[in-house]
């Protein structure tokens, strides 16, 4: 069905029978609304024939009275013949005599016409006064001229056609709804089969407009709307003969002219053209286009502008303004329009400054944090525009670069104390051998000295390596934080009372003298007791290891401003010439011929722990005087 | 006749530890990994077992809890320092003790004998009254003496009096000052390590390493406490 309507001939036939109903829709509603004016709903059918033909009905009542009364004869009279005509008449004087006919007097009168008698200079005359349907009772001094027709109406004459004209009139008067629905549904059923079907063909999905869809709507519009006016222009025009033939000739191409118009009107829509393809459009898109390309070309400009340049033309520009405004001010005609457009600009300036200083504000926010380490900071760039987006952009790749450094980097240090860690374990299986047959070599002593000694030597390294492998991965984890550090409040006198305690025997055996000073009640710092003593073991031990024989070695804690303070101070033997700095850095040690035993982690290590237990680690060269200094902030 | 059984992938480390421990009340099997121990563990009665955990086939710590489905055979772990995760993870699935490589010879006989001689003889051991005991350390309150399995220890009266307060309060930290108390009856002076002093002697006395304690340690900065057996297991 779909296929068959949307084949050509189909299509025209559709065309045209659809302009056809809507003529006849047209054709249906003039005629009912004349019929309403006309009386065709109301009145009677006689009526209605009387009421056409009234003007004949008068001038025969006229000539036949007044040729009666007057005696007179006129020539028409005789046109009133029962063989010349339809109408049947009968007159009657004052008292009822038939004075004339042209039939039998009996019968139905279906009209009457009353004329009075006037003397005039040329003899009686008859003047009609009254007409009407209905008889009248009281006829004194009138006369009465009564009509009906002839049945079957058998004379050619204007009577027997108008008799026949409103016949079908009232015939037609009800059905001409009947034809006006019944086309109109048609018709719109008709239309709405054309608009689906136009822009398509048979056994096929896509559209095929025709060429008149090419053509810009509005002008096909203009177009139609100028056929129109020209046509109603023409009818206004006419005399009422050329009317009825205009009529009967403009409506059938209005008609399809108006269909052709609502199918393309619903091809361009399935196409989606209806308001694109129009001159309108077209001319608006163009200027559109041009105007954005300005503007995008200007922009361009001003981006590819450096910063100054930029800032120089927004300077220039508003010095213009400025300039501008000026003249206008001393100009007396336009000085109104000089303030508003100052306040306009002022507006504008004032919009923008605080714009500028939002964003810097937002901007510095976002460097400030940079700057004090926080790298997962984002500067949020929505809102921004210009350079300060540019600039925000940067600052957030700035961090997010850096954080990936230090990702690397962090992830690099963990490698490297997982791999020293996992190398330290396969050198100690090995070095575990080495220590346990040279100390089987030092028990079993032989008679030569040299063999003795060399086992001797065998045993110390061996030991200085274990010692060294352990300091080595305590070193890398407490340098890349893979040390876990339990905080819990220590008691730090405590702390130091154990950790003298400890080594008070040893120094004894060195030949130092311990001297350890503990102020009275309790100081509490946030440390991991077991890394604490960690830091005591090695600085105690370097103590007992570098220190003069004979020397004192003084430990002390103190309260200062809030820090509990350590003090580590002993005399070495050897002489120091080194700094400080170079003390704790890695595998230095006190003296440079690096023969004694120990290893220079010692001093590093305690370095570590005390740092990542939120202490600070100072060490002091004064002359032969080591001293080492911890302070932990006091918690209460 | 003691059967010891040296478990290591190391052949070197097994001979060492062989002429460490030649003693004639020992008997010496070695195996070099946790599938031959487990075997021969089956085959023979084991007195005590020296186990690496790092070995090939089976690591130590799986063959250690095959062994304990069925046997309660004193087991000591040798191991790297740095497996701290490993050792602790030993020692919560039924190891008695553990020895850390590179090893002392003189610790690792000691050790040895230690568990020795508390799986064959402690158990038997007649518990007389007055007497506490904390692992193989024993202090008979009577007699007023300290064995360290089985063996006599000599301590000074302080020392002594220490050993008994911390050992009668198990687990419980005495703080310097509060032990000073306790022992003195009166206040310590500011600045006094006569405490530390002391119960770094102690330690020198009762236990086998006494950088490694493995009953009387110190809580640095809070004081010191005796912990009972196995209890250090969990560190």
């Not at chain 1, 609502?262 to 361009?268: G, N």
């Not at chain 1, 957030?396 to 850096?402: D, L």
């Not at chain 1, 303070?565 to 700095?581: A, D, G, H, I």
């Not at chain 2, 085959?43 to 790092?54: A, G, R």
Request: a negative charge.
């Amino acid at each position: 069905m779909e296929n068959f309507v949307k084949r050509m001939p189909v299509k025209i036939i559709c065309f045209l029978l659809c302009g056809i109903f809507l003529c006849t829709t047209l054709a249906s509603i003039v005629g009912a609304v004349i019929f309403a004016f006309e009386g065709f709903y109301t009145e009677s059918e006689n009526q209605l024939l009387v009421d056409t033909v009234h003007g004949n009905l008068r001038t025969a009542a006229n000539i036949i009275t007044r040729s009666a009364v007057s005696g007179k004869d006129y020539n028409e009279e005789y046109e009133y013949s029962a063989e010349r005509t339809n109408l049947r008449y009968c007159l009657f004087d004052e008292s009822k005599n038939t004075v004339a006919t042209n039939c039998d007097a009996d019968g139905e009168w279906i009209y009457y016409y009353w004329f009075e008698i006037k003397e005039t200079e040329n003899g009686p005359d008859a003047i009609c006064v009254r007409s009407g349907e209905v008889p009248i009772k009281n006829t004194d001094g009138k006369w009465t001229f009564a009509i009906r027709f002839e049945e079957g109406f058998p004379v050619e004459d204007e009577y027997a056609l108008f008799s026949f004209l409103v016949d079908i009139g009232y015939t037609l008067r009800y059905w001409i709804y009947a034809i006006g629905i019944g086309s109109l549904v048609l018709f719109i059923a008709l239309l709405v089969v054309l608009m689906s079907v136009s822009a398509r063909r048979p056994n096929s999905h896509e559209l095929h407009p025709g060429y008149l869809n090419r053509v810009p709507f509005d002008i096909i519009f203009v177009v139609v709307i100028a056929l129109f006016g020209a046509a109603l222009g023409v009818l206004s025009e006419c005399n009422s003969y050329e009317l009825t033939i205009a009529l009967a000739i403009v409506p059938l191409p209005l008609a399809y002219l108006f269909i052709g118009t609502c199918m393309s009107i619903a091809a361009r829509i399935k196409q989606r053209s209806l308001l694109k393809n129009t001159v309108v459009w077209r001319v608006c898109a163009l200027l559109f286009k041009c105007l954005s390309r300005l503007w995008r070309g200007a922009v361009t400009l001003l981006r590819s502008l450096p910063t100054v340049w930029r800032t120089v033309i927004l300077l220039v520009v508003n010095f213009m303004l400025d300039f501008i405004i000026l003249a206008m001010m001393a100009d007396r005609a336009s000085d109104e329009l000089a303030v508003f457009l100052w306040l306009a600009k002022a507006t504008v300036i004032f919009g923008l400054g605080i714009y500028a200083g939002l964003f810097m504000r937002k901007l510095q926010k976002g460097a400030q944090a940079l700057a004090d380490g926080d790298l997962a900071y984002t500067t949020d760039t929505k809102g921004m525009y210009w350079d300060f987006k540019k600039h925000g952009e940067n600052l957030n790749r700035i961090s997010e670069g850096m954080s990936v450094a230090v990702e690397e980097r962090l992830q690099s240090e963990r490698m490297k104390t997982e791999l020293i860690t996992n190398v330290s374990h396969d050198i100690k299986t090995p070095l575990t051998s080495i220590i346990n047959y040279s100390n089987l070599i030092a028990d079993n002593k032989c008679d030569c000295e040299q063999h003795n000694e060399y086992s001797e030597v065998l045993l110390r390294k061996s030991e200085h390596l274990k010692r060294l492998l352990d300091d080595l991965v305590e070193i890398s984890k407490a340098n890349t934080g893979n040390l876990e550090i339990e905080f819990s409040p220590c008691d730090a006198g405590v702390l130091l009372e154990q950790a003298s305690g400890e080594y008070l025997q040893r120094c004894e055996a060195a030949g130092l003298e311990l001297i350890t000073s503990i102020p009275d009640g309790k100081i509490k710092i946030m440390a991991d007791g077991r890394r604490m003593w960690r830091v005591f073991d090695n600085l105690l031990n370097n103590a007992v290891k570098y220190s003069l024989f004979g020397s004192r070695v003084y430990i002390s804690l103190e309260k200062n401003n809030g820090m509990a303070r350590y003090t580590f101070k002993n005399t070495s033997k050897e002489l120091l010439n080194v700094t400080p700095k170079e003390l704790v850095e890695r595998f230095v040690r006190g003296d440079s011929s690096r023969s004694t035993e120990g290893n220079g982690l010692g001093l590093s290590i305690a370095q570590s722990l005390v740092e990542l237990q939120n202490g600070t680690f100072d060490i002091e060269i004064d002359g032969d005087l080591f001293k080492a200094t911890l302070a932990f902030p006091i918690v209460e | 006749m003691y059967n010891i059984l040296i478990c290591d992938d190391d052949q070197d480390i097994i001979n060492a530890l062989k002429i460490f421990l030649s003693d004639p009340e020992y008997s010496l099997f070695e195996a070099n990994n946790g599938k031959q121990a487990i075997e021969l563990i089956e085959k023979e009665e084991m007195h005590l077992v020296l186990m690496d955990i790092m070995m090939p086939e089976m690591d130590g710590i799986s063959a250690m809890v095959h062994i304990r489905r069925k046997n309660n055979v004193p087991v000591i772990l040798i191991t790297a320092k740095s497996e701290a995760s490993d050792m602790i993870l030993g020692l919560n699935v039924g190891a008695d003790d553990y020895i850390t490589k590179p090893f002392n010879p003189i610790e690792v006989a000691a050790r040895v004998k230690s568990q020795i001689r508390r799986y064959t003889q402690l158990g038997a051991a007649q518990m007389k009254p007055k007497t506490i005991s904390v692992g193989g350390i024993e202090l008979d309150d009577n007699a007023k003496t300290v064995t360290r399995d089985g063996m006599p220890i000599q301590l000074t009266p302080t020392e002594y009096e220490i050993l008994k307060l911390l050992m009668q309060n198990l687990g419980r930290v005495y703080s310097p000052k509060e032990i000073y108390k306790e022992i003195w009856r009166e206040s310590p002076y500011s600045a006094d390590n006569t405490v530390a002093v002391h119960i770094r002697h102690i330690r020198e006395k009762i236990e086998i390493n006494p950088a490694e304690p493995r009953y009387l340690k110190a809580v640095w900065g809070h004081g010191y406490v005796m912990e009972g057996d196995k209890q250090w297991k969990t560190l």
